[in-house]
C-alpha cells in the first residue's frame, strides 16, 4: 500500500507564509511526478503547482512568484513554500504524487487527505 500524508496547514493573516510538507511512504518503485491541488468551498480543484521527476515545475498562474515547490524523489518528499499570502489562498491543499509500485506497473495517482490553509484579512 501507499499512504500520502500532508502537514504543515493552518491559519496566518494576510502577507504572511506557511510551508506544507507531504511524504509518501509505502512500496514504491519509481516516482513520476509530485504535485499541490487546493479546493476552495464551492469550487472545483485545482493545481497549484507541479514537480516532474527530471525537475520541471509548473504553477498556477494565481501563485506564481509567491510560491515555490521543492523535493525529493528518493526521499519520497515534497514541499510547498506559500509567501505573500492572500484570502483567496484559502483552501484545503492537497497532495498527489504519481508513481509506480513495481517496475512492470503503470504510474497512479495517490492523493493525501489534505490539510486546511486559512488567510486572514
Known amino acids: 500500500q501507499v499512504q500520502v500524508v500532508e502537514s504543515g496547514g493552518g491559519l496566518v493573516q494576510a502577507g504572511g507564509s506557511l510551508r506544507l510538507s507531504c511524504a509518501a511512504s509505502?512500496?514504491?518503485?519509481?516516482?513520476?511526478?509530485m504535485g499541490w491541488y487546493r479546493q476552495a468551498p464551492g469550487k472545483q480543484r485545482a493545481l497549484v503547482a507541479s514537480?516532474?521527476?527530471?525537475?520541471?515545475?509548473n504553477y498556477a498562474d494565481s501563485v506564481k512568484g509567491r510560491f515555490t515547490i521543492s523535493g525529493d524523489n528518493a526521499e519520497r518528499t515534497v514541499y510547498l513554500q506559500m509567501n505573500s499570502l492572500k484570502p483567496e489562498d484559502t483552501a484545503v491543499y492537497y497532495c498527489k504524487i504519481s508513481l509506480q509500485r513495481q517496475s512492470w506497473a503503470p504510474l497512479r495517482d495517490y492523493w493525501g487527505l489534505g490539510t486546511q490553509v486559512t488567510v486572514s484579512s
Open positions: 509505502g512500496s514504491i518503485f519509481r516516482i513520476n511526478a
Open positions: 514537480k516532474t521527476s527530471g525537475g520541471t515545475t
